[in-house]
């Protein structure tokens, strides 16, 4: 904003693993049938001798050829064995397993089984053992000391990062004072990420006056024409009708680049001079922010219905003229 001349830029400072997950099968290994389903998808997965092995009691050779076990062997122990094996079994990863606790699910045989299968084997041959359990879910990566969970899966390709935007404004602490004048010159710091640079636009608002002694108001170009600088609500500032700050003879886009995500533009309210007389005045918030260009019109009268990207940041031009050269800021 500037009441005697028009703004112009400084142009020096130009979901992992997508494998199906189906639900646990309603028959669970709750009951004796359950076990056998189990068993079953243990034995079309990783082959029956490897399910024998686990079924057999430490140190205990398997059957000679044409020796069945004697049935005394399918006893509260074989079932209570099955269980603990079937509760500690879990997938491999996101993409395949066995995974079988309240019910189970089959995976596609192509899956990898093998942290499965390493995890089963130490099973069988740790039982006995303290905390045998402990080992499996360390082995399969259930929750066992450094395990880091699954991998993060790759980004889903072709989706664009939604928009975004921050704003940060220097210089609003000090005021530039001489004898013959009060400034204070701003830096708006726009840092935005998605799209391109030219997504993004700073929109600056304002309310207050600048009065002289007898308290006339002083004249500002507004949305291209000459008004009092006397405004009780907030609204746009802006010198054309374009509400971009800084948008001048059709032009939206005058920012200066500060980096690859980082454009700025400065201002410089007033000033109020020496020669305007002691009791003139100046009082003016304004608020300022980083909207998104496609979403603010391109004329406006001084109101504005798009909401911002970024916080709005609030900053002041104060000065009270007091004759002789000096000024305050109350």
């Known amino acids: 904003m500037t009441v005697r001349k028009t703004q112009e830029p400084d142009k020096d400072n130009q979901s992992p693993g997508r494998g199906t997950v189906h639900a646990a099968h309603p028959t669970t290994v709750a009951d004796r049938s359950g076990q056998g389903h189990a068993l079953l998808a243990l034995q079309r997965t990783h082959g029956n001798r490897f399910v024998d092995s686990l079924l057999r009691a430490p140190g205990e050779r398997p059957p ?3 020796q069945h076990p004697p049935r005394a062997e399918a006893s509260e122990r074989r079932s209570s064995r099955i269980e603990r094996i079937i509760a500690n079994l879990a997938p491999a990863d996101h993409s395949g397993g066995v995974a079988l606790a309240a019910g189970y699910r089959q995976a596609p045989p192509s899956a990898p089984y093998r942290p499965v299968r390493a995890g089963l084997e130490r099973y069988a041959e740790d039982e006995g053992a303290p905390e045998p359990d402990e080992n499996v879910r360390r082995s399969l990566g259930d929750g066992g000391a450094g395990d880091a969970g699954p991998a993060a899966g790759p980004a889903d390709a ?19 004072d001489t004898a013959s004048e009060s400034r ?3 830096r708006f710091n726009a840092t935005w990420s998605g799209g391109n640079k030219e997504d993004y636009i700073i929109v600056n608002w304002l309310k207050g006056y600048l009065k002289k002694p007898d308290g006339t108001p002083f004249k500002v170009t507004m949305y291209g024409s000459s008004v009092d600088f006397n405004f009780a609500d907030y609204q746009v500032d802006s010198i054309d009708e374009d509400p971009a700050y800084w948008s001048s003879g059709g032009v939206r886009w005058r920012y200066s680049v500060d980096g690859a995500n980082k454009f700025s533009a400065t201002d410089s309210p007033g000033p109020m001079y020496d020669s305007d007389g002691a009791g003139a005045k100046a009082r003016v918030d304004f608020k300022t922010a980083v909207y998104k260009s496609s979403d603010v019109p391109s004329k406006t009268s001084g109101s504005l219905s798009a909401t911002p990207l970024s916080s709005f940041q609030a900053w002041t031009y104060y000065v009270n003229v007091l004759g002789g050269g000096k000024f305050d800021h109350k």
């Open 158 to 176: 072709g989706v664009a990062a939604a928009p975004s935007a921050s704003l940060t404004i220097t210089g609003d602490g000090s005021y530039s």
């Open 64 to 66: 000679a050829a044409g």
């Open 184 to 186: 204070k010159n701003v």
